[in-house]
């Protein structure tokens, strides 16, 4: 009789192993906790819309009193809305001069001419952006050069548009976000990543979306109602999405580094 | 003024900083490789086995050892998927309940007693299991009998028959020339040119059963389930079926080719998939249940379980 | 003008509507992939009556690919005898004659066909001659820039046994993702498409879609049903609608995952997108009425079967949703805060991502187990109005194609392999 076992080993376990196989990824699951998904919806829904709606009011007469001080000529009004009461300071602005526009007319122009040149040397998608804002400010200069009397919005519609528009966006980011990553149910830190991705985003939107409106009042004070267009179809809701993408991308990276240790807490095979 | 210009920059660069981790990924490219493809990738039902024997016997290449069945007892340092320690027995017996260490019998071994091998168990003759065993991984170069409960965790490669008499779990995969299963036993997947669970004659080999034999050509898919089975006479299916639903098979009916569902499937009572001499396949989503006589030529997989009651 | 604005209205109200129909359609099938039962696919069937298999290679002017390729499909371990190779060589001008040749020398069971003369050009002219001569009973198709693995043949193959299966589709996979923006964007949609919705299409038995390659066909019900249509550009989408409108299905093998070559120039990109707009729309054209009549399709399978035929459709409704609203801001309708909140709709669903939302994408890239290129999600951006126009500028061809019907001629997507 031998004894053949490893000498070092005083180990006592006496079973051997489970069942360790890697999940392909063609067949693989995420690891699903039904309650931790349906936690994390409503509370990350339910909680931040809350806070969304608590604060709107308390933001908005923030951003009029930070408004005020950057520019000094700007006067303070309120827009109702629902039930609440949204502050806002704007600065006068004023309507572009027919030179303005027939200058803004023939450079858009030229610009959709040339980049839709064979020889343009951009690459095509950044060709395709300065297209899209060639074309908005075409539209634009061309209304302003043909019906400049007929122009429905003053800087008060502007910016009770725009308070509107950053509302929607607030109430957006809980939604789209917690939709989104609710889907990772993998520890209840995950709830943590994402309840902590909506708030960075929200107080990014809420940072990001106040600069714009002051930038924005600007620009209609010195440069004209010509950009409004702009201010909405270019650089509205389309660029507020950057950030929510670029915070969600930064919570699956998180949660790909921190929760990822071994591919069985992350995994389950599918079928 | 500077108040503006101040705006103007904090507006770009909270524009801007959203792209920075992307931009940072674009440049550094940390992970810019595509998502890797194994370019030899087969499917092979000996896939385990193979590849383990296949980096022992280098492993032996390397230390110059030709022949296996010469080598005295010893502890060899060997070069498998990494270093580690390898035990080699010739007929000795083992008296560590739980080893941990690969072990290589260079000859026929007989286990009289419980163990529990926490790495692979090779035997390079005939094994017999006389006495409860827990195993990893057990490769036999010839015929393996299981006459004790037997567990194992991974897989099973017997280069002869399996002839199993007691209760066994094989683990996700079972290989050999022949399966002889006579007591209850489960796996995952399971591979050999027949599989049987009795000697009994079944349609196959006995076709001149009373009752009129109802033959069908073809293959058929189903969406829902399906139950096979005639009490007047034997059914032969010349073909295959595919299934959304569970497939339940009972009695005299033989299947010339593949069983597939995306459910479970029950095999009882005489049931005989494939043809002998090729291979055919029983493949299921869920479980697959065998119950009393039958015979599979090929391969059974099951993405839950494979119980085998004879 | 009261009527004016009310229309423009109704548009931006049936343009959300649309979108988020296909919003929540990718939500589902994001929750379906990430947590839901997956069908299983045929590739644990083990059979030795394997089909006689036909590899098709479409191939114009394809010198620095072909030789991988053939390497490749010489390899497999598909039993040689059941196997014959029929690189299709479409008036190249290049090498591509010559290597063939000295392939079919060398090898008996590669049987290249050359087209040249009058014959037509185009992908779906070849295939269609190419099927005149082929021997299997299954075709199996590659681009050539593909480098299928040893065992995916018969992976492919083996979907064939169940008689329901009229196609079979792969998983499409860049090799040159890491290349530069382009290739990484490309890539990461792919993974969205093929990992999440593919897949997700295939367990709900949906329409999942023949992609053209990496994939196959029995040819005894392609012949049947008439081969591919000269005038349609993409042949792929098109036999995904015969066959589902037939009775038969398309299986999708998510393990089949095969490499190919993504445009690394936009200018490459952008002529691949407008043919594959242009063929989607034709397609859109041809199948719209017979999907919604169909009495083969369930109820969802035609709700899906239209949505993925209006998907090349989409980016040129939201170009017009675009002019629509801007229309609406000159006139003074912005204060109707729900045609705002449209917009908000449009954008979230469409500007991150080829067709797919940033959160299929993202699931999808954790089902794979990348890391960092995760980071690549905003980048998506500057994909957004590349789409729009040229995906819009597809449906204009193939509206053209509608009303003249004219001759469509093929335009190969450009190879960057470095010989």
Known sequence: MKSMAYPQDYSKISKVEKPVIGYARFG???????????LQLTLLLFVFEFLVIFLLEDYFKVLSSIT???????YTKSYKFLKLTLEYSVSQGRLPTLQESFIYLILSLLSLLLLTRKSNPLPKYVSAWLMYIAFVYFVSSFYFLLFLEKFPYTERDFAILYLLQQTGVFIFIPLVLGLSLSVFTFSPLNLLFNAFTILLTLIYSSVF??????????????????????MFFIFGPLL???????????????TLRLLQKRQEAFYQWGF | MPKVLLLIIAFIFLLLLPFLPSILEIIFKRDKDPIPIDQHRTKEPDYFGKSFIKLLTKAFEDLNIQNISKLQLAYIQ?????????????????????????IIFTQDAVFNHSHTFRRELVVFGNAVFLSECVLRSLY???????????????????????????????????????????????????????????????????PTQEGRTININGSFSVKGSITIGDKEGPVVIDGDLFSDGDVQIEGNVWIKGNVFSQSSITLKNGVVIGIEGKVKSAVARGKIFIKGPVRIYGYLHSEKLVEVIP | MGVLIFLLKAYMILLMFILLMYLIRHYFFTLNRAFGKQRLYYQDVLDEDLPTVSVLV???????????????????DYPKEKLEIIPINDHSTDRTKEILDEYAQKYPFIKPLHRYG??????????????????????IVYDADYLPPKGQIRTLAVAFKDPQVGAVMGRVVPINAGKNLLTRLLDIERTGGYQVDQQARYNLGLIPQYGGTVGGFRKDIVIKLGGFDAKILAEDTELTYKLYLNGYKVAYANIAECYEEAPEDWNVRARQLRRWSRGHNQVMFKYLLPTLLSKKLSFWQKVDGLLLLMIYLQPFLISLGLIDSLILFFLGEMQIIGSYLFLLFIFAHNSFGNFAPFFEIGTALVLDGVKERVFLLPLMFFEFIFNIIYASLGFIDALIDLITKRTVIWQKTERFRNA
């Open chain 3, 118 to 139: 009058d014959l037509p050009r185009g992908k779906q002219n070849g295939l269609n001659d190419a099927l005149k001569i082929a021997k299997g009973e299954v075709i």
């Open chain 1, 209 to 230: 979306g106040g600069i714009r409106y002051i930038f924005f009042v600007y620009v209609l004070k010195e440069f004209s109602y010509i950009h409004m267009p702009a």
């Open chain 2, 78 to 102: 060997l070069k498998l998927k990494r270093e580690e320690w390898v035990g080699v027995l010739n007929s000795e017996d083992l008296l560590e309940t739980n080893v941990h260490t690969s």
């Open chain 1, 240 to 254: 507020d999405f950057i950030y929510i993408v670029s915070f969600y991308s930064l919570c699956l990276y998180m």
């Open chain 2, 140 to 206: 036999v170069k010839g015929d393996c009998f299981v006459e004790a409960p037997l567990s194992v965790v991974r897989w099973v490669h017997v280069e002869g028959n399996l002839i199993i008499k007691s209760k066994a779990d094989l683990g996700v995969s079972v290989y050999a020339l022949e399966v002889k299963i006579r007591d209850r036993t489960t796996f995952k997947r399971a591979y050999a040119k027949k599989i049987d669970t009795s000697d009994k004659p079944l349609l196959d080999k006995n």
């Open chain 1, 68 to 74: 005020k001080r950057v520019l000094e000529d700007s």
């Open chain 3, 58 to 76: 479409p191939m114009h002017n394809e010198e620095k690919v072909a030789r991988y390729i053939l390497d490749l499909l010489v390899e497999a």
């Open chain 1, 28 to 38: 693989r699951v995420l690891k699903f906790n039904r309650y931790l998904f349906l």
